[in-house]
């Protein structure tokens, strides 16, 4: 399980939950379709407890980021304030076209999955981390390197 915190339209406010977004994430897996158009991340802010797994499988297919994805799977669940109907037809596979009607929609290209389901300062700490790591390691092997070497010329 994974933190989730993304942004959402004030329609959605209060209205989505842990609980049943895994289940409409298990229910769409099991049966792909394509799905509405992200309705944009808005002001409000949501944090979602959910399987890393399966967010990082539906943004995949839809390609798009796990907030897009998640947005319009709630989209499609919750439908619009203005109620806007769902689009039901049936899903390709990844690469399959919008439908017909639906031409201003196209899939986002593919982005790097290191960060998805963490904060950006989460992501920042890590690399830090990282390059701390690295300097210590580097550190050591020259340390090392050098009493070798200065263990051969007292030889």
Not at 16 to 32: A, G, H
Not at 84 to 102: K, T
Request: glycine share 8%; net charge positive.
């Amino acid at each position: 399980m994974a933190t989730f915190t993304f942004r959402i339209p004030d329609g959605m406010k209060g209205r989505l939950s842990s609980t049943e977004m895994r289940s409409w994430l298990t229910q769409f897996l099991r049966n792909p379709h394509s799905l509405p158009p992200d309705p944009g991340s808005g002001y409000e802010r949501i944090s979602l407890t959910l399987p890393r797994g399966l967010v990082q499988t539906a943004a995949f297919n839809l390609r798009c980021s796990p907030s897009q994805a998640l947005r319009r799977l709630a989209q499609e669940r919750l439908g619009s304030p203005e109620g806007a109907r769902m689009n039901s037809e049936p899903y390709s596979g990844p690469m399959s076209l919008p439908a017909a009607g639906n031409t201003s929609w196209r899939p986002a290209p593919g982005r790097p999955t290191a960060m998805e389901g963490q904060s950006r300062e989460d992501g920042l700490g890590k690399a830090v981390a990282q390059l701390i790591a690295s300097v210590i390691t580097l550190a050591l092997v020259l340390l090392v390197v050098y009493f070798i070497s200065k263990s051969k010329k007292q030889v």
